[in-house]
């Protein structure tokens, strides 16, 4: 196959462009999500698939080959079972070059509610993690994602684009307290102890806020909870409903947790309701219940960049150039890489043999004399590895390839 033989796909959804219920359309559970990449891996053409799913994006991420002829969008309706027509417009469709820069935009935090915010970066890791599990991805995704992890490690080592560890519950805390209300000494019941839980729950902490956080009970003897805070079995969350001034929402369950049924009986009076699921936890017509105020993710606003962030987002994109452009080094090349392989073996298969010619005349048991040459062999693949990639690395692709072939034909010439 060609280096031309392939390509890169992505289409996505995003907070810029969709709502919440929208979004929650096209949000996966990790069991769709594996079931989405392993029928879009058994299609003609598409060689791995990657589908990166968090409360403010959903994206699939293809590489193909000539033989790939569908739509990415189609196919991901067909999955949903809604209309396509419907919702096209809330989708990006990226290939090739602007795929990679957006994929490495985003790993740096440059495409987030909150610039700079962290998580992102762990949830694309996330993300290839889970292919590789869903045995799903391939040598092309595999390098991309992570190059863009990469990346986005070595944005936040040397840019200073965020300087404070920033995620939408921190804007949550601080939108709330701009609109006058105070967490010191209120009861608060967080439910749901997963990441986004438990950082709510920790940073809720941190005001002065008395937190609770739901546990289920097979579990609630051996999950941990956030220093200070107290659990209760999840089946009894609905009793602190009577004494709590907030109660913020942030599992992964596809449907709500709150419904209005369950909620109306159990408030007597003001309650804050935060929904920070996607899809949503909490059934959006309890606003409508005396002394209730709810809010969802979409909720918190997003600030204006100042000088100081635009000057940050230049240094970020200056890197971002070199970081790419590395990994085109790798993806142009990547055609060649079974010969550079078979290379590495021909060379080692010639240089050995003159690094060992006095092993045998040495006072050693064949054991010994056995793993002294395996380390020599190994040591001498490191080196020629280090050699070809360091050719790659100074020379353009043509040049490159060039240089391979002048090597190939001079051991396939000894060997005749």
């Not at 546990?215 to 009577?242: N, Q, T, W």
Request: with cysteine.
């Amino acid at each position: 196959m060609g280096q031309n033989d392939m390509g890169i796909e992505m289409i996505g959804i995003d907070h810029s462009a969709a709502e919440i219920d929208i979004r929650t359309i096209f949000s996966f559970t990790s069991k769709d999500a594996k079931a989405l990449e392993t029928q879009m891996t058994q299609m003609p053409g598409v060689e791995g698939c990657v589908m990166l799913n968090t409360c403010n994006r959903m994206e699939l991420w293809i590489s193909t080959s000539k033989e790939w002829s569908g739509g990415l969008y189609e196919k991901m309706c067909e999955f949903r079972r809604v209309e396509a027509d419907r919702y096209r417009s809330y989708f990006t469709f990226l290939q090739e070059r602007e795929a990679v820069w957006h994929l490495f935009r985003l790993s740096s935090g440059l495409l987030s509610r909150i610039l700079g915010e962290d998580q992102i970066l762990t949830q694309v890791g996330e993300a290839l993690a889970a292919s590789r599990q869903n045995y799903t991805t391939d040598s092309v995704l595999e390098t991309l994602f992570r190059d863009a992890v990469s990346a986005g490690k070595k944005v936040r080592t040397e840019a200073a684009l965020s300087p404070v560890n920033q995620s939408v519950v921190h804007t949550m805390i601080r939108d709330l307290k701009d609109s006058g209300m105070t967490f010191a000494g209120k009861p608060c019941l967080v439910i749901g102890n997963g990441a986004m839980g438990k950082l709510a729950a920790t940073q809720l902490k941190e005001e002065g806020a008395d937190v609770t956080v739901t546990v289920r009970s097979f579990h609630s003897g051996i999950v941990d909870i956030p220093a200070g805070c107290k659990r209760i079995d999840y089946e009894r969350r609905m009793e602190l409903f009577k004494t709590c001034d907030y109660v913020v929402s942030a599992t992964v369950s596809p449907n709500y947790t709150l419904t209005r049924e369950v909620v109306e009986p159990a408030v007597t009076k003001p309650v804050v309701f935060v929904d920070l699921a996607v899809p949503r936890d909490i059934d959006p017509t309890i606003r409508d219940l005396k002394g209730v105020r709810i809010f969802d993710i979409d909720s918190f606003r997003e600030e204006a960049y100042s000088e100081e962030q635009r000057q940050a987002i230049r240094e970020v994109e200056a890197i971002l150039e070199e970081q790419v452009g590395k990994f085109y080094d790798w993806y142009d090349c990547r055609d060649v890489i079974p010969l550079i392989g078979m290379l590495k073996e021909e060379i080692a298969d010639d240089l050995v043999p003159r690094l060992t010619k006095q092993l045998r005349e040495l006072p050693l048991d064949p054991d010994a004399r056995q793993q002294l040459w395996e380390e020599i062999r190994a040591a001498a693949e490191r080196t020629v590895n280090k050699m070809l990639f360091g050719m790659q690395d100074g020379l353009d692709p043509d040049e490159f390839r060039t240089c391979l072939s002048c090597l190939k034909e001079l051991y396939e010439g000894e060997q005749e």
